[in-house]
């Protein structure tokens, strides 16, 4: 069984940075692919950003290249999400999740969601 935790979220004003976290406890694979969702309000969830837990590989949607960077810490099983240049339309709960077998596809854990809210 795997839980995630996330942390690091609050209330920032644009142009702003936030570092959120998500810790993992239970067994981890190196095949696992972490990712970093968000949901506004309305709106669809949408992929945020993604990195491989075994070769730290990464991803990202378009709307956050170049202002979000995602890293992991194996010693503290750990993900994070640095997110800089914040805009008023990165306001959303950000959901950490772990794709098991690594296809990025299907996610079987997600952790409880952490508000963002940037204001203008």
């Known amino acids: 069984q795997v839980q995630l935790v996330e942390s690091g979220g609050g209330l920032v004003q644009a142009g702003g940075s936030l570092r959120l976290s998500c810790v993992v406890s239970?067994?981890?694979?190196?095949?696992?692919?972490m990712g970093w969702f968000r949901q506004a309000p309305g709106k669809e969830r949408e992929f945020v950003a993604g990195i491989r837990w075994g070769s730290s590989s990464t991803y990202y949607a378009d709307s956050v290249k170049g202002r979000f960077t995602i890293s992991r810490d194996s010693a503290k099983n750990t993900v994070y999400l640095q997110m800089n240049s914040l805009k008023p339309e990165d306001t959303a709960v950000y959901y950490c999740?772990?794709?098991?077998?690594?296809?990025?596809?299907?996610?079987?854990?997600w952790g409880q969601g952490t508000q963002v809210t940037v204001s203008s």
């Open positions: 999740a772990c794709s098991r077998d690594g296809s990025a596809r299907d996610y079987d854990y």
């Open positions: 239970g067994r981890t694979f190196s095949s696992s692919f």
